[in-house]
């Protein structure tokens, strides 16, 4: 019987001598299976939506109005600090493959895949961050396919960050029961 070991061939010195290439590419060798320049577009695209959703977030906790408000702008806050969080992930990413994180306000909403909706009461900024959040889910999950195994540094940062917007989703719908009394999910 084959011992389980020798179905698995690691080439170290191979590994050693591609390791002193092109040592300008940094974190990325060889072996990277994913399109870089296409990495980097996706990601600078999920940059720019974090950003817009901090802005949402932050622009909503302050001026949200309201007899049970103060929970609610909480919550705000405690997302905007979330999303800020994951900003700074996919900045650091983007670096990794030596990429340029575009923090550029210019054409930021344009790069969104998320809008920038103030709303009109709390009622609506709930529904609009509900919105961008499963807007955020779809492009996570989509971009996550993408990434399959070609790159599964990223695919492991992006599922990480699309627990968190679920979790968000589920706090935002959460809310819009507690202000608008009826529950939007069949129980």
Known sequence: MPNKTDAFDLNVAEI?????????DGAVTKTYEGD???TIRLLNG?????LVCVLRYKYHAVVAT???SEGVKAEFVEHAAEEARHADQIAERINQLGGKPNFNPEGLVA????QYVEGNNLVDMIKENL???RIAIDSYRSMIRYFSTHDPSTRRMLEHILAKEEEHANDMH???V?????????K
């Open 131 to 133: 919105v961008a959040e």
């Open 36 to 38: 870089v320049e296409t």
């Open 66 to 68: 309201g007899i049970s």
């Open 46 to 50: 999920a940059l720019a939506t974090e």
């Open 178 to 186: 507690a202000h608008e009394g009826n529950p939007m999910l069949a």
């Open 16 to 24: 050693r001598r591609r390791a002193r290439e092109n040592l300008t």
């Open 174 to 176: 959460d809310l819009l």
């Open 111 to 114: 790069r969104s895949h998320s």
